[in-house]
C-alpha cells in the first residue's frame, strides 16, 4: 500500500452558525473587512463572530443572488436571479429599475469603471448604472448573439474580457464600443467559459469546462489537467496568490493550486479534509486566511498547512495511531493494524504484519521495539524478520545499559544479559532516566525507581501530587513533568532532589494540558487544539514566560492527543498521537495573524431599544435628553483567524476614573446605566485572538443634556419664585384658616351659651316655677319633711341655673357678678379667697364681659377640682388700654406641657378660645407644689 496521508485544516460555516444558507456562490472582503456571502436563501454579512442576514423580507430584490460586489462609495451591490440588482447602503436596501430583467437574466457579474460607472453583466447583455440610473449598454440580438456571460475582469480602463458559459471568451472595448467572441471552439477551446482573471503582467486567465486558458499578448495557451479529472476540474473561480501562484476554484474537485511557470496543479479537495468538492470563488482576506463558497457546505477556511492529520481517510488502515518513533529516515506509526512508515515524500507503507500495535521503542542500538497484545519483538535493520523478546501483554517498552523494562499492569519485567528479574509497580505512561535512577510518570504520581524498587520522590507524596500527563528529560540531571495543575522542575544533585513548580494557570492560552517535550531550549506544551512553545531558560533561570501560541480550528481532532505522545523530528516537526490519528505541526509554515482587528459598534440600545443616531444628532454631535441614559455599547472586533478568543478593554470618559481601562473580557457588551449628565466619549480596543492589541481606540462621543430644572438658573428662580409661593400661600392660608377657626370658634360658643340661655329660662320659668308651688303646698299641708326636700331642690335647681346663665350678670354688671362667684367659692370651699377687682363694666362690651366671667369660672373650677390649694387670689386692674386679671393659687401645681400643651380637656381648649375671641394674652405658670398663675390681658 503507498498512499498519500495528510489532511489540513478547515472550518466551515453554515446556518448552524447563523449564514443564511448553505448554498453560497460569491464571496468578498469590504472596506471594513466584513465578508460578505451570496447565497440561494439570501445575502450574509460576517464579522468573525456572527452574521447579519438580508433576504426578500428586508427588502432584497430576490433570494438567489450571483454576484456581489462594492463599489467605491462602500455600496454592496448584489445581482440576483432574473430580478436585477439591489444595492445595500448603510443597512438599507434600494432595488434600481429601468431595464428588462426578465430578458437580461441573472446578474453574474458586477464591476466599476474607473470613473465610477457601475458594469453589471447579465447572461444577456450588460448595464450600467450612473446617476442613478440604469441604461443598457450592451443586449444579446440575433446579430450580436451574446449569451452566457459569467463574469468579466478589466485589461485596462478601456477594456473587458468577459468569459462566457456558451460562446468562450469575449472581449469588450468601450470607446467606441465593440465586443468580439475572440475564442470559442473553433480555436480549440471549450466554449463553456466561467471565470476570467487578469494577473498583474496583464495575462488574462480564464477557467473553462476541465481546462485553463492564458491569453498573453494575443496568444492563447492552453492547460489540461488529469483527463482522469476533466469532468471534475470545472475552473468557476481565479485567485492569485502571488506572481507564480494561482488557487483555482473547482465545482467538483475542491480547489487547486496552480504553478504559472510550471503548469503543475496541486488538487486539495476531500480527501485533505475539504468539506465539499463544489468550490465556486474565493478570497484571501486581509489576515492571510482564505474563504471559499460552496454547494451545501457554507463558506469554508482554510488558512495554513502547518496542522496535518494522518488518519484511516488519507491511507492508513487504522484510525487510531498509538506510538511514533523516527527510525531509519523514516517515521514509523504503530495503528491498530500494523506498523507503518511515513518516508520524506508523505507516502505510507506496511512494516509489520495486520495486528493491533501498542508501543513503539527504538533501542540504543538502533533497532525497533514494538509490543502486541501478545508480545514484544525486536526488528533490526539488517534482518528483516521480527525476533521475539518476550511474551506477555505490555504497554510501555524502554531499554538502557543493556536493560530491557516491560512495563505490565502491576510489575516491570527487566530482562538483562545474564538474568530476568521483576520490580513491583503499576501501570507507568512513561519512564525518564535521571542520574544513576528513572522516574516513573503515573496518573498516581511520580516514582523514582532505582536498582530493583520503586518509591516516591521527597516533596511529591502521591496523595498531593498525580494525575501527571506528561514527562520529558532536560538532561542528565533534570526532568519535567506536568499535570492539569503545575509544571513540576525535577533536579537530582548529590542524591537529594530539588523541586520548583510553575501554575499551570500563568500560561493563560493552554487549556486541557494533554503533553509536553524539551527540544534545548524550548518547551512544547501540547493541549486541546493548540500547541505553546515556551522558552525554557527564561522559564527555569527568570521565572518569566515567554511563549508563541499556536492554533488550529476547533477540534481538528476529534480526540484529543494522547498523554505524554509529543515527538519533535529531526527536521523540527511537531508530532503527537490520538484516537483520531497522528497530528503534524510544522511551525515554519504557520501563518501568524499578526493583523490587529478593525473595530466598530455593532449597535447602540438606549435601555433596550436601538439608538438611531440620526434622532439626536445636531450640530454639537450626538445629544441625548436627560431621561436616555440606560446605555448598552455592542462592541466588534472585525478578525477572522481566531475570533472566538477576541478580548476587549473599554473605558467611558466623562465618568469618574473615566481614563482606566477594564480588565480584558470576552463579553463584547459593555454596558452603563443612568449615566448622569456630561459630555462622555466611550472608548474600546481589542486583540485579534492572538493577542495582537488594535491600539487605537474606537470613540463614540455623546452628550447627556442637563435637565432644565438642574440649570441654575432655574433653581434660583424657582426658589425665588417657590419661596415667595410659599411664603403667600402659607401666610394667607394662616390668615383665612385663623378667621375660620375664629369664626367657628365664636359662633360655637356663642350658640353654647344661647343654649345655655335658654335651658337657663326654661328651668327657671317653668321647672322652677312648678318647684316654688311645690314647696308652697308642701308648706300649707305641714309636710316639714316634703317641704324641705322641695325648697332644697329648688335651691339647687335655681343654682344650676346661675351657673348656665349668669343673671347677676346682666343685672349687676361684669364687676359684681365676678365678685359674687368669687364670694360664693370661698363660701363654698375650704379654699380662702381674697380678690381685688376694680370697676371694668363701662370697659367691655357685653359679649367680652360674658368671655371674661366664662375664662374665670372655668380657672376656678379647675382650682378647686385640682389643684388642693389652701388660699387663692383673685384681682382684675385696668393698666393704661389693657385688663389684666390675674387668678392665682397655692396649690399643687402641674406640668405645662403635660396639662395645657396637649391637654385634651374640652374646658381647657374653650378657655383657651376665649382668650383668642377676647384678642388676649394668656399665660399660665406652674410649679409642682408651687402652686398656679394665670394671667389674662386684654385689650380695650
Known amino acids: 500500500m503507498v498512499s498519500t496521508a495528510q489532511r489540513y485544516q478547515f472550518k466551515k460555516y453554515k446556518t448552524e452558525e447563523g449564514l443564511v444558507n448553505n448554498e453560497t456562490f460569491a464571496i468578498i472582503q469590504d472596506s471594513n473587512n466584513k465578508i460578505w456571502v451570496s447565497t440561494t436563501g439570501g445575502i450574509s454579512c460576517f464579522n468573525g463572530k456572527t452574521f447579519k442576514n438580508y433576504t426578500t423580507e428586508d427588502g432584497l430584490a430576490s433570494n438567489i443572488v450571483f454576484s456581489i460586489f462594492e463599489d467605491s462609495k462602500g455600496r454592496i451591490w448584489a445581482g440576483t436571479l432574473d430580478n436585477g440588482v439591489s444595492i445595500i447602503e448603510n443597512g438599507k436596501i434600494t432595488n434600481p429599475k429601468g431595464v428588462d430583467f426578465d430578458f437580461l437574466g441573472s446578474a453574474t457579474y458586477i464591476l466599476e469603471g474607473s470613473d465610477g460607472t457601475i458594469y453589471i453583466i447579465f447572461v444577456k447583455g450588460i448595464v450600467t448604472y450612473k446617476n442613478g440610473k440604469l441604461e443598457y449598454l450592451l443586449k444579446g440580438t440575433e446579430e450580436n448573439q451574446i449569451s452566457g456571460f459569467q463574469s468579466a475582469d478589466w485589461h485596462d480602463d478601456n477594456t473587458l ?246 512495563f505490565g499492569t502491576d510489575k516491570i519485567k527487566v530482562l538483562t544479559k545474564d538474568s530476568i528479574y521483576f520490580i513491583k509497580s503499576r501501570r507507568a505512561i512513561t519512564i525518564v532516566p535521571i542520574a544513576d535512577r528513572y522516574i516513573l510518570g503515573k496518573i498516581g504520581g511520580l516514582f523514582q525507581m532505582n536498582d530493583r524498587k520503586t518509591d516516591t520522590i521527597p516533596g511529591l507524596h502521591p496523595n498531593l501530587h498525580n494525575d501527571f500527563r506528561s514527562l520529558d528529560a532536560i538532561n542528565a540531571n533534570e526532568v519535567l513533568a506536568g499535570n492539569e495543575k503545575k509544571l513540576y522542575h525535577i533536579t537530582l544533585q548529590n542524591e537529594h532532589f530539588k523541586i520548583q513548580t510553575f501554575e499551570m494557570n500563568r500560561f493563560a492560552s493552554l487549556k486541557q494540558f494533554r503533553a509536553l517535550k524539551v527540544d534545548g531550549k524550548n518547551l512544547w506544551l501540547a493541549g486541546r487544539d493548540m500547541l505553546l512553545k515556551v522558552d525554557l531558560e527564561l522559564l527555569l533561570q527568570k521565572d518569566s514566560i515567554v511563549s508563541k501560541k499556536y492554533t488550529t480550528v476547533s477540534h481538528f481532532l476529534e480526540n484529543d492527543i494522547d498523554f505524554n505522545s509529543l515527538l519533535i523530528t529531526e527536521d523540527k516537526t511537531i508530532l503527537a498521537t490520538s484516537l483520531s490519528g497522528m497530528l503534524a505541526f510544522d511551525e ?107 491600539n487605537h481606540p474606537f470613540q463614540y462621543a455623546f452628550v447627556i443634556t442637563v435637565p432644565f430644572w438642574k440649570t441654575w438658573f432655574f433653581w434660583v428662580s424657582l426658589l425665588s419664585v417657590s419661596s415667595l409661593s410659599v411664603f403667600l400661600f402659607y401666610y394667607f392660608k394662616n390668615k383665612a384658616e385663623q378667621k375660620r377657626n375664629e369664626a367657628y370658634t365664636h359662633n360655637l360658643i356663642k350658640a353654647q351659651e344661647e343654649e345655655r340661655t335658654r335651658v337657663a329660662r326654661e328651668l327657671h320659668d317653668s321647672v322652677g316655677q312648678k318647684l316654688m308651688l311645690l314647696t308652697k303646698k308642701t308648706k300649707t299641708n305641714g309636710n316639714q319633711e316634703m317641704e324641705f326636700l322641695a325648697a332644697n331642690t329648688l335651691e339647687e335647681l335655681r343654682a344650676i341655673s346661675r351657673g348656665l346663665h349668669p343673671a347677676t350678670l346682666e343685672r349687676l354688671g361684669p364687676t359684681a357678678a365676678i365678685r359674687n362667684m368669687v364670694d360664693e367659692v370661698d363660701s363654698n370651699t375650704n379654699i380662702f379667697f381674697t380678690h381685688e377687682i376694680d370697676d371694668i363694666d363701662a370697659l367691655l362690651s357685653r359679649e367680652a364681659s360674658l368671655h371674661l366671667y366664662r375664662i374665670i369660672q372655668e380657672t376656678l373650677n379647675n382650682m378647686v377640682k385640682h389643684a388642693e390649694a389652701k388660699a387663692a387670689s383673685v384681682t382684675i386692674e385696668k393698666k393704661g388700654h389693657t385688663i389684666e386679671a390675674t387668678i392665682a393659687d397655692n396649690g399643687k401645681g402641674f406640668e405645662i406641657s403635660e396639662k395645657v400643651m396637649i391637654s385634651t380637656s374640652l374646658g381647657m381648649k374653650t378657655l383657651m378660645e376665649r382668650a383668642k375671641i377676647l384678642h388676649s394674652k394668656i399665660d399660665i405658670k406652674s410649679q409642682i407644689n408651687k402652686g398656679t398663675t394665670i394671667t389674662l390681658i386684654i385689650p380695650i
Not at 476570467?196 to 477557467?207: E, I
Open 588 to 694: 515554519k509554515t504557520y501563518l501568524p495573524n499578526s493583523q490587529p482587528p478593525k473595530l466598530d459598534l455593532s449597535g447602540i440600545l438606549l435601555f433596550s431599544e436601538p439608538l438611531v443616531d440620526s434622532l439626536y444628532k445636531t450640530g454639537n454631535g450626538i445629544v441625548l435628553p436627560h431621561q436616555k441614559n440606560y446605555l448598552s455599547f455592542s462592541m466588534e472586533a472585525i478578525t477572522f483567524t481566531n475570533p472566538e478568543n477576541v478580548h476587549y478593554k473599554y473605558r467611558m470618559k466623562g465618568l469618574r476614573d473615566g481614563n482606566e481601562w477594564t480588565q480584558p473580557t470576552k463579553d463584547p457588551i459593555a454596558v452603563f446605566s443612568y449615566l448622569p449628565p456630561g459630555d462622555y466619549t466611550f472608548e474600546f480596543i481589542a486583540d485579534n485572538g492572538d493577542g495582537v492589541w488594535q
Open 161 to 406: 474580457y468577459i468569459a462566457s458559459s456558451n460562446r468562450g471568451i469575449f472581449k469588450m472595448s468601450l470607446n467606441p464600443l465593440k465586443i468580439e467572441n475572440i475564442y470559442n471552439e473553433k480555436d480549440g477551446i471549450n466554449n463553456i467559459c466561467y471565470s476570467v482573471f487578469v494577473d498583474g503582467k496583464k495575462d488574462v486567465w480564464v477557467g473553462a469546462y476541465g481546462e485553463l486558458y492564458k491569453i498573453s499578448n494575443g496568444k492563447l495557451t492552453k492547460y489540461k489537467f488529469k483527463q482522469e479529472d476533466f469532468d471534475e476540474n470545472r475552473v468557476y473561480g481565479i485567485l492569485e496568490e502571488n506572481e507564480n501562484e494561482l488557487f483555482l476554484s473547482f465545482e467538483g474537485n475542491g480547489f487547486g493550486i496552480f504553478n504559472k511557470q510550471t503548469g503543475d496543479l496541486e488538487v486539495i479537495n476531500e480527501a485533505q479534509g475539504l468539506p465539499s468538492k463544489y468550490i465556486y470563488r474565493m478570497i484571501k482576506d486581509t489576515e492571510g486566511n482564505y474563504w471559499m463558497t460552496s454547494y451545501g457546505e457554507g463558506i469554508i477556511r482554510f488558512r495554513d498547512m502547518a496542522f496535518k492529520i494522518y488518519d484511516d481517510t488519507q491511507g492508513l488502515p487504522s484510525k487510531s495511531v498509538n506510538a511514533i518513533v523516527e527510525w531509519d529516515g523514516e517515521l514509523l506509526m504503530a495503528t491498530n493494524d500494523g506498523v507503518f512508515a511515513l518516508d520524506e515524500h508523505k507516502k505510507i507503507r506496511p512494516i509489520t504484519k495486520s495486528g493491533a500495535i501498542k508501543n513503539l521503542f527504538v533501542t540504543p542500538n538502533d533497532n525497533l521495539l514494538y509490543t502486541t497484545e501478545t508480545a514484544v519483538f525486536e526488528h533490526a535493520k539488517s534482518n528483516p524478520r521480527p525476533r521475539l523478546i518476550d511474551e506477555g501483554d505490555y504497554n510501555l517498552l524502554f531499554e538502557k545499559q543493556n536493560k530491557t523494562f516491560l
